[in-house]
């Protein structure tokens, strides 16, 4: 499957267009030079080009930047505008060049402090009818689901792999909900909070009246959290249940059951093997019913996705939602770009659970008493630098905003006062717009819809929506 150049908005002031992308079918090697800046390429919803519009904030230049491939990968060209542009945190000054290999990874495009863009690869992908509550349009969030769809229906023992914090028990409930047993028990056990001596007692069960965790689990799915915290003895046993469908007490009564077993572990199973701590016959069983979950840091795109989800999710909580989407009387959001930029470029050794904590973290600060900065020690105790992606020692930036100079992001406008003039007028109309539209909240869907059709045809300056989004999709 081919996966073409993308950009993905990471960052917006109107955090509704969070997640929007464009694939630059064109941008090849030999091919024409594509233009974005205020006013080109349309950026869309998945599964929805229709929808498509530009970045359209007052903020960027006119000017556009040009994208350009090669053989050895894509070049960035900002001499023609005065946007600010910095790729994975360091300014460029007229032209960058980014390898193949940087592109894959994901490169982090920050634009005059108010955008962030990411530039990565993307394959084409088909509408998901069912999210299996996993957040995220990546190439790897499409790929989990299949994988997801295809063990549920199969019936068979499964693996799920992944480091801590990536989502491997939302992703054991939903092979067991979204598969014929979904009607049936669903037992959860995390056999690191069980000592050792007792696994076989609580898993098997002592004799036919007393059931352990299979037992109860009859016709059935078990998840158990942490193959590698049980005995070999119980893998053993383990391999039993799943291959003969049967299971054994601590008295020796053997009965049937009907049971599907899904595992989980974050740990190097391959070297407990050869140290001779895991089953080999359970491995092997295992082996054509593991789904490798990515870790967040190698699907870059979904990160201003689910910053997004998470945080609705604490505004709505705390009955704050107003507050999640509110801007400035300089039409900017107190989530700041620079910040929402570092958070892109960041490792996440701590995975989609280190990015929820942050989220948490976020919403539970008085922004207007304290503006949100990653230099606060509790901020850096959840986000330790030093560690920051490429393997570069990077400090986070002082403040939400960063450095921004309202009045040199016009481009080659900004040099006639006439164009100065276009975007006072353009944050003047917004803050007219605002004042007057508090007398109904939107949903997020009226609010995109509202600000494409004042966007869509239009070549001059493009005011803002009337009020203030409210979520209405599930980003």
């Not at 050794?349 to 989220?359: D, E």
């Not at 508090?438 to 609010?447: F, I, L, N």
């Amino acid at each position: 499957m081919s996966r073409l150049p993308t950009l993905t908005v990471i960052f917006h002031p109107e955090l509704s267009r969070i997640g929007e992308r464009v694939r630059l079918a064109g941008l090849v090697p030999g091919g024409d030079r594509v233009p974005f800046s205020r006013l080109e390429l349309d950026f869309a919803p998945p599964f929805r080009p229709e929808d498509g519009l530009p970045l359209g904030t007052p903020f960027i230049s006119r000017s556009p930047v040009w994208l350009s491939a090669d053989a050895s990968g894509i070049e960035l060209d900002g001499r023609e505008t005065s946007t600010q542009v910095t790729g994975d945190g360091a300014p460029i000054e007229g032209t960058a060049h980014f390898s193949h290999k940087q592109v894959e990874h994901g490169v982090v495009l920050e634009l005059s402090g108010q955008v962030v863009l990411l530039l990565h690869l993307q394959a084409e992908q088909r509408q998901p009818s069912d999210r299996m509550g996993i957040v995220g349009d990546s190439d790897s969030a499409a790929e989990l689901r299949r994988a997801i769809s295809t063990m549920a229906h199969t019936g068979k023992p499964s693996l799920v792999r992944g480091e801590p914090g990536v989502g491997k028990k939302l992703t054991a409930s939903m092979i067991h909900y979204r598969g014929p047993r979904a009607q049936a028990p669903y037992k959860s056990v995390n056999l690191a909070a069980i000592p050792a001596a007792l696994h076989a007692d609580e898993l098997f069960g002592e004799d036919s009246n007393h059931l352990g965790f299979v037992g109860r689990a009859n016709t059935g799915t078990l998840f158990l959290d942490g193959l590698e915290e049980a005995p070999l003895e119980v893998q053993h046993e383990l391999v039993s249940v799943a291959s003969k469908q049967r299971v054994t007490a601590k008295n020796g009564d053997v009965r049937d059951v009907d049971v599907q077993l899904i595992m989980s572990s974050d740990s190097d199973l391959e070297a407990l093997q050869d140290e001779r701590k895991l089953s080999k016959e359970l491995m092997e069983l295992l082996e054509a019913g593991t789904i490798v979950i990515p870790p967040l840091r190698s699907r870059r795109d979904d990160i201003g996705r689910l910053l997004l989800h998470f945080l609705r999710n604490e505004f709505d909580t705390q009955g704050r939602l107003d507050e999640l989407y509110s801007l400035d009387d300089n039409g900017m959001s107190w989530l700041g770009a620079s910040i929402v930029a570092w958070l892109a470029r960041y490792p996440w050794p701590g995975n989609v659970r280190q990015l929820r904590n942050v989220a948490r973290h976020i919403a539970s600060r008085d922004q207007a008493e304290e503006p949100l900065s990653l230099t606060d020690p509790y901020m850096r105790r959840l986000l330790p630098t030093g560690i920051a992606a490429g393997g570069h020692v990077e400090e986070p930036p002082d403040s939400a905003t960063g450095d921004l100079a309202l009045t040199s992001l016009n481009g080659d406008d900004a040099s006639t006062a006439k164009s100065k003039s276009n975007v006072s007028e353009e944050i003047e109309a917004a803050k007219a717009a605002r004042s007057a539209s508090r007398v109904r909240s939107k949903t997020d869907a009226e609010y995109a819809d509202e600000l494409r059709e004042r966007l869509r045809g239009k070549t001059g300056d493009h005011p803002r929506p009337s009020a203030p989004p409210r979520p209405g999709r599930d980003d």
